[in-house]
């Protein structure tokens, strides 16, 4: 099958292309700069885009180009205090692209399927845990609100036009590849300040619980949704299990050198931040899927990627 993957040299795009083009898929990756090719190896099956996806005349070329048989749509600007600042950047990066990719397949004599990679962050702070695909949304970032619409894009052209759409959210992920900064990806950053050896500073004393994911169990769950989800639907990708960031500060103290310091949570952390997460999988454990890589060995996977960069 000839994949279209957007966001393809990132953390989770490169890892996924790595397992299409295992697995004997052709794939297109499309990127906004060539800053991350070292994620992905050479091969014939791989080629490699500079296309940005606000830029969408030449997105729309690259689709007509290739026509691809299936769009898996992973970029966007994945930070959400970069969204209060440039909100606009924001709708055009998670909302515009997505309806263009979708209104651009509807126009196709042969529509091609779409998956669509989105967030934890378009629940907001939940009322009821553990969530899962039935809890109502709330968003309290621009970030979370752009996400959400996309979601809502892909309902509104599956169920009016018949596109095989399929959407993911993940809860916190994190391994080899994810960028460490702070306000994008805390579990990474955390990750390679205490594999430096840095003070490590953590919110409200550890009090609080997520859900993580290792990115081998993300991407195997993509994979179970492309071969087995239903079409029109929505699956959580989560580890299914809560983990105490008192008891992630200490992995890290035993892992390294590094100390954990318990600081008090920024106002503004505390106006959008999430709170306690985790989510029922089920949905998606019905498909044949489960995770495989606990917290704590995720972490050890992860520092040792650190030593060989």
């Not at 080629?47 to 026509?67: A, Q």
């Not at 969204?83 to 263009?100: G, H, M, Q, W, Y």
């Amino acid at each position: 099958m000839k994949i279209m993957i957007t966001g393809g040299l990132g953390f989770i795009g490169s890892h996924l292309a790595q397992k299409f083009e295992n697995e004997g898929h052709q794939l297109i990756i499309l990127t906004k700069s060539f800053s991350k090719k070292k994620n992905i190896r050479k091969t014939p099956k791989i080629k490699i885009e500079k296309t940005d996806i606000t830029n969408f005349k030449k997105l729309g070329h690259s689709i007509d180009k290739h026509k691809p048989q299936l769009i898996i749509h992973l970029a966007g600007q994945t930070s959400h205090s970069k969204s209060f600042e440039n909100p606009f950047v924001d709708i055009d990066s998670n909302s515009k692209s997505t309806l263009f990719i979708l209104e651009k397949i509807r126009k196709m004599k042969n529509p091609c399927s779409f998956i669509l990679g989105s967030t934890f962050i378009v629940i907001g702070k939940p009322k009821k845990l553990p969530v899962d695909e039935t809890t109502m949304c709330n968003p309290t970032t621009i970030y979370g609100t752009n996400r959400l619409s996309s979601e809502f894009f892909c309902k509104i052209y599956h169920n009016l036009y018949g596109i095989d759409t399929k959407i993911f959210r993940i809860t916190n992920s994190f391994g080899p590849r994810e960028q460490v900064i702070p306000n994008k990806n805390a579990i990474n950053y955390l990750i390679n300040q205490a594999y430096k050896g840095e003070k490590i500073t953590i919110f409200n004393e550890g009090n609080f619980f997520r859900d993580l994911i290792y990115i081998s169990d993300v991407i195997s769950g993509i994979y179970t949704i492309f071969k087995k989800g239903k079409s029109g639907e929505l699956y959580w990708i989560s580890s299914g299990k809560k983990t105490w960031f008192y008891q992630l500060g200490k992995y890290l103290e035993q892992f390294t050198s590094s100390k954990i310091e318990f600081v008090k949570t920024p106002k503004y952390t505390k106006k959008v931040d999430v709170g306690n997460f985790v989510v029922n999988n089920k949905k998606l454990k019905s498909l044949g899927w489960k995770p495989e890589i606990s917290v704590k060995d995720g972490i050890q996977k992860t520092l040792e990627y650190f030593d060989h960069i």
